[in-house]
């Protein structure tokens, strides 16, 4: 963990969950693993608070708690990491995603799942479709079943997974004679992954009947009372304990999915990225989420399951596989001949290239195109001299050495001694330029980090700036509205309209969008070389 | 060797590298600027329909998420006059952080700190005069040692505590502010042992 990525977790702590729950985090973050007292202690926090943030961490999953080091008797150890704060970026996305792809009801099933970190479906139905119910003109209402049914799909695409069992109700089912103190035959309690759990993704059978409820303006009484009974009836339904979170890594891996079609899409053809499309969801289910290629598919599984608007010969089908097989970036490699031609998507080598266009682009945009093509030449030559470089770049000496400097300055470009002789006397030593593509990937990634962090501090103080406008503006268009005689208002109003600008901080929430785009695809490529070392 | 000398000295011999004294860039005499001036503008942002409904999405989300009970503020309470609807702002989110989670997936030690807050607002009136009671016994019995001119002004502070009985906290300050005394120099030993129960003391000094 980086201090750029700690400081933007402490930035998106405070943003969605208020500056105490900013500091607990921040704290554990920073020093790892710690036991109640330990936190209370060192942070200064009063212990209230922290155990409220420690629930409010735990509730969203970005905290997780095990038996202390010292074995099952030892306090609870409390621990974070920043990659699951991080995600905090990406709500929008997965929330976006849901509703390309099952609609209003999926989008907000999604939203209220992030919103609250684990919930049991019942209640999310409920939420759902009262919300629902709100939006719909007229009468209408939504019915929980269509509401349970969307819900279904999102679990059945593993796209919402059950939150695995808390160690600690298995503990409490065995009777132990001692209520406070630790049992002498204590587990050890073990935060537990949920794919080990086997139910994973197993809807429960829930009896949910009704439909979603407007709130109604008139009989507040009565609405009370019906509330309290709501509370009341919420133990009817057959699915207690069993909470639902949304399952990250698979919005990961369709947004992976995503990124190498249009890939596809923008090097090849329409055509092509609808076979990458649809050999990717033939394999949707049967590849492991650290794979480094698809299953293969033949060439006949392939035109069967093509979709139907594409109305493509087989040799044609045949041709355009051969093609994304010959093109350089390698999305698609032959691994056999039966069937027709067994072919697989290779995962981890398009999300290498992919990153390595990102990277590219990056350093074109900053530093001109020449110098990229020097960048790109290094990427492909491994190691180059000086003379070497300028002769395959093209470039005259003087401006290939200024340029070669600056990357170098910035990191980008890395210098190899090679010595010819034991002292390593500078007129006897060969240096050669060379491009890691990984570091300058991890490097790129925490600059991306830290501009995402100032982006958050720039658009919180253009806030705090325009608030104080924004009143000022409020009150003096309340006196404004008041004096409406005389001839100076408008002036006063275009004045004040001047100085608030809130398509500023829109601007700065859309680039710190975008950056989550790179953000994805470089943290992507470097968790998925990560596995395979 | 000479590399790491000190300040302003080269790790090379200008001479023998080969290079003339102009040549060498000229010596940094302050830190670079905050925002040095670009050469390359960034390019701009990718505008439609998705990025804008990212944006309307994110800016939702902010906003309901600080409406929810997980949105914890900070304890401090910066208002000049202390008022009555205060205390049950803060018991009312309390309430439904509690009544929201299912309490056997969180470690034990957790869940103790939700019972007080509900306490304080189920209990509040019977609590508060029985602690008043006592302090003001309290009182009395230290005051009942000192002389006559003393006895004269515990007369005086009984009927101020029974003033307090009646409204709640704001009278109460503002007896503390008339003393003469510096109040945070006073430590009456009740923070020593941390959050003890029942955070809502108001010792009366």
């Known amino acids: ?533 | 060797m000479m590399a790491s000398r000190g300040r302003g000295r080269r790790s090379f011999n200008v001479d023998s590298v080969g290079l003339s004294r102009e040549s060498l860039p000229s010596a940094l005499l302050q830190p670079s600027p905050v925002f040095p001036v670009m050469e390359m503008k960034p390019l701009p942002l990718t505008g439609g329909e998705e990025v804008e409904y990212l944006l309307a999405l994110k800016q939702d989300l902010r906003g309901t998420m600080r409406n929810l009970p997980y949105y914890i503020q900070s304890a401090v309470t910066h208002s000049d006059v202390e008022r009555y609807s205060d205390k049950y702002h803060i018991s009312e989110t309390c309430d439904l952080l509690d009544w929201n989670t299912d309490w056997r997936r969180f470690p034990r030690e957790l869940r103790r700190s939700f019972r007080k807050p509900v306490r304080i607002g189920v209990s509040d009136g019977a609590t508060l005069q029985h602690k008043k009671d006592r302090d003001k016994e309290e009182v009395l019995l230290k005051l009942e040692n000192l002389e006559k001119n003393e006895k004269e002004q515990s007369s005086e502070e009984e009927e101020g505590g029974g003033a307090q009985e009646e409204q709640e906290e704001e009278p109460e300050e503002e007896l503390e502010e008339e003393t003469d005394y510096i109040m945070s120099y006073f430590d009456n030993g009740e923070d020593f042992e941390g959050e003890s129960d029942d955070n809502m003391d108001e010792a009366v000094y």
């Open chain 1, 1 to 533: 963990m980086t201090s750029h990525e700690a400081r933007l977790c402490g930035l998106l702590l405070r943003e969605h969950f208020g500056e105490v729950v900013e500091k607990v985090g921040t704290h554990l973050l920073r020093s790892g693993a710690q036991h109640l007292r330990a936190i209370v202690h060192e942070s200064g926090i009063p212990l209230d608070l922290v155990k409220k943030s420690l629930c409010v961490l735990v509730q969203h999953g970005l905290c997780s708690f095990s038996s202390g080091r010292k074995g099952p008797g030892s306090p609870m150890e409390y621990q974070t990491s920043p990659d699951r704060i991080l995600r905090i970026l990406r709500y929008p996305r997965y929330i976006y995603t849901t509703k390309t792809l099952y609609g209003d009801t999926g989008e907000l099933i999604v939203e209220e799942l992030l919103q609250r970190g684990h919930m049991t479906m019942s209640n999310t139905v409920k939420t759902v479709a009262d919300r629902l119910t709100q939006n719909m003109e007229g009468q209408k209402t939504m019915e929980y079943s269509e509401v349970s049914s969307s819900f279904s799909k999102l679990v059945e695409t593993h796209f919402l997974q059950r939150c695995p069992p808390s160690a600690l109700t298995a503990k409490k089912e065995n009777p132990s004679p001692a209520d406070s103190g630790a049992p002498a035959a204590a587990a050890s309690i073990v935060p537990l992954k949920p794919e080990s759990f086997s139910d994973c993704y197993t809807v429960p059978r829930v009896t949910l009947v009704g439909r979603g409820k407007r709130p109604l303006p008139a009989e507040d009484e009565g609405e009370q009372r019906s509330a309290k009974r709501a509370k009341l009836d919420s133990e009817v339904h057959g699915d207690e304990g069993i909470y639902w979170q949304v399952n990250v890594e698979r919005f990961h891996l369709y947004f992976r999915d995503q990124a190498i079609i249009s890939a596809v899409a923008n090097k090849l053809d329409q055509t092509c990225s609808e076979i990458v499309r649809t050999m990717l969801r033939m394999s949707e289910l049967t590849t492991s989420p650290s794979a480094t290629c698809t299953k293969p598919l033949s060439a006949n599984e392939i035109f069967r399951s093509l979709p139907t608007g594409y109305n493509i010969g087989r040799p044609i089908l045949d041709q355009y596989l051969t093609l994304l097989v010959d093109d350089p970036m390698e999305f698609v490699g032959k691994a056999g001949e039966s069937g027709g031609g067994m072919f697989v998507v290779n995962l981890h080598k398009s999300l290498a290239n992919l990153a390595r266009a990102t990277i590219e682009s990056s350093v074109q945009e900053r530093f001109g195109s020449r110098s990229a093509r020097i960048f790109r030449l290094l990427l492909r030559k491994r190691h180059l001299e000086q003379k070497q470089v300028e002769d395959f770049a093209m470039i005259p000496a003087k401006e290939a050495k200024d340029m070669l400097y600056t990357l170098l300055s910035q990191n980008l470009v890395q210098l190899q001694e090679i010595p010819k002789t034991a002292d390593y006397a500078p007129s006897r030593t060969f240096y050669l330029y060379t491009v890691n593509q990984l570091p300058t990937a991890r490097m790129l990634l925490q600059n991306c980090y830290k501009t995402v962090a100032n982006l958050i501090d720039r658009r919180m103080f253009e806030t705090k700036e325009s608030k104080r406008l924004l009143e000022k503006s409020q009150r003096i268009e309340a006196i404004l509205a008041s004096l409406q005689a005389s001839g100076a208002e408008p002036e006063q109003l275009t004045e004040v309209e001047e100085m608030i600008t809130p398509s500023e901080k829109q601007q700065l929430d859309s680039y710190a969008t975008q950056l989550d785009e790179t953000i994805f695809l470089l943290e992507s490529y470097i968790s998925s070389t990560a596995v395979s070392s």
